[in-house]
């Protein structure tokens, strides 16, 4: 089983910065990959970015230049670096680790709020 723990969201204005954390903990040997979504109230989740085991990061054209992730493998935390933000990134933030099982798993979300 995998626990997975997002923490970092907030309400921050348009043009500030904010870091968010995943923290995944259990069995990871088969980890395939790690991504991170969004969502906004009555709209479809949202790929934003994610972190491909052995490949590497890809990104949504939206958040491309803006918005970073990043990867501690050595304690499988998993970190957005979002710059530059803007009304349309308000959303519940979550993270999604994916096994070679195929297993994947959520965490319960983090919200984000950009507004003046």
């Known amino acids: 089983q995998v626990q997975v723990v997002e923490a970092g969201g907030g309400l921050v204005q348009p043009g500030g910065s904010l870091r968010l954390s995943c923290a995944a903990s259990?069995?990871?040997?088969?980890?395939?990959?790690m991504v991170w979504y969004r969502q906004v109230p009555g709209k479809e989740r949202e790929y934003v970015a994610g972190?491909?085991?052995?490949?590497?990061?890809e990104y949504a054209d939206s958040v491309k230049g803006r918005f970073t992730i990043s990867r501690d493998s050595t304690k499988n935390i998993l970190w957005l670096q979002m710059t530059s933000l803007k009304p349309e990134d308000t959303a519940v933030y979550y993270c999604?680790?994916?096994?070679?099982?195929?297993?994947?798993?959520w965490g319960q979300g983090t919200q984000v709020t950009v507004s003046s």
């Open positions: 999604n680790v994916v096994t070679y099982g195929p297993e994947e798993y």
């Open positions: 972190i491909y085991i052995g490949r590497g990061a």
């Open positions: 259990g069995r990871l040997d088969r980890l395939s990959r």
